[in-house]
C-alpha cells in the first residue's frame, strides 16, 4: 500500500500556473505507474497524465503542451506543472499509484490521495 498526499492547488486566474506535489510513501520501485486524476463538480472523474517507472509518460489530448507530469525519485514526490490555466481547469486533482500506463493514467490503481482542490477564476 502507498500513502499518497496531494499538495499545492489553491486558486489562481485563468492564465496563471500553479505546481501540484504529490508524496508518496513508500515509493514505488519498479513495475508501477503513478497517475493524476481530476474531478469537477458534477463530472467524473477523469485522467490527467500518468508515468511509468521507464518514465513514459501520457496525457490527455486536450492538456497536452498546457500540463507536464514528471517525478524526483530522490524526494518520493509526483509533480504534476499546470500552465495556461483555463476556468475548465477548475477540479479536485488526485494522485494515483497503479500498475499498468495506460491511453490517460494508469490501470490497476490500488492507491488514491485524498486530494487538492484548483480553482481557476476568469
Known amino acids: 500500500q502507498v500513502q499518497l498526499v496531494e499538495s499545492g492547488g489553491g486558486s489562481v486566474q485563468a492564465g496563471g500556473s500553479l505546481r501540484l506535489s504529490c508524496a508518496a510513501s513508500?515509493?514505488?520501485?519498479?513495475?508501477?505507474?503513478l497517475a493524476w486524476f481530476r474531478q469537477a463538480p458534477g463530472k467524473e472523474r477523469e485522467g490527467v497524465a500518468g508515468i511509468n517507472a521507464n518514465g513514459i509518460t501520457v496525457y490527455a489530448d486536450s492538456l497536452k503542451g498546457r500540463f507536464t507530469i514528471s517525478e524526483d525519485r530522490a524526494k518520493n514526490t509526483l509533480y504534476l506543472e499546470m500552465n495556461n490555466l483555463k476556468v475548465d481547469d477548475t477540479a479536485k486533482y488526485y494522485c494515483a499509484a497503479g500498475k499498468v500506463l495506460v491511453e490517460v493514467g494508469c490501470a490497476r490503481i490500488n492507491d488514491w490521495g485524498q486530494g487538492t482542490q484548483v480553482t481557476v477564476s476568469s
Open positions: 513508500p515509493y514505488p520501485v519498479r513495475n508501477y505507474c
